[in-house]
């Protein structure tokens, strides 16, 4: 067969040879997907609990994309912890009135020594901080 063609065509016919056994072994191969926040939340399997100082993003950040790859909405509640794994759900009490709110990691930060937890706007409008700014909360994992 490789005699009646020329050398072009043999080259050609070749490259057409390869390029359907690279196809044929690429559709054979298997490809896993992962969401954000699949796993990451199960490793984080104990009771925690931290006090501390609380602060929000600065409308400055909306539109901006978090560590974990979503975007930046004020109105979610949603929070950054230095070390929680993302998609740990965990309640925040505001300290000096009680209120309650449970938010979802997503980002890393604050740093700024003496904060462990950056919140949404949405989150500090709940527990009724929006004017100081800061406040002194607890978060503790919830399942």
């Known amino acids: 067969m490789w005699l009646i063609f020329d ?16 196809l044929l072994l690429s559709s054979c191969s298997s490809t896993v997907f992962y969401t954000k926040s699949n796993n990451q939340s ?10 501390g100082f609380a602060s929000y993003y600065s409308d400055e950040f909306v539109g901006r994309t978090t560590a974990n790859g979503e975007i930046y909405n004020p109105v979610l509640l ?4 230095r070390s929680l794994p993302f998609g740990t759900k965990v309640k925040v009490t505001n300290l000096k009135n009680g209120r309650e709110v449970i938010v979802i990691i997503n980002d890393r930060g604050p740093f700024v020594q003496g904060r462990i937890i950056d919140l949404s706007k949405q989150a500090a409008k709940i527990l009724n901080f929006l004017q100081e700014g800061i406040v002194r909360v607890r978060i503790e994992s919830v399942e």
């Open 7 to 22: 050398g072009k065509m043999q080259t050609l016919y070749f490259k057409l040879l390869l390029l359907a056994l690279i």
């Open 42 to 51: 199960e490793k984080f399997s104990k009771k925690f609990v931290e006090e």
């Open 78 to 81: 949603t929070a950054a912890h």
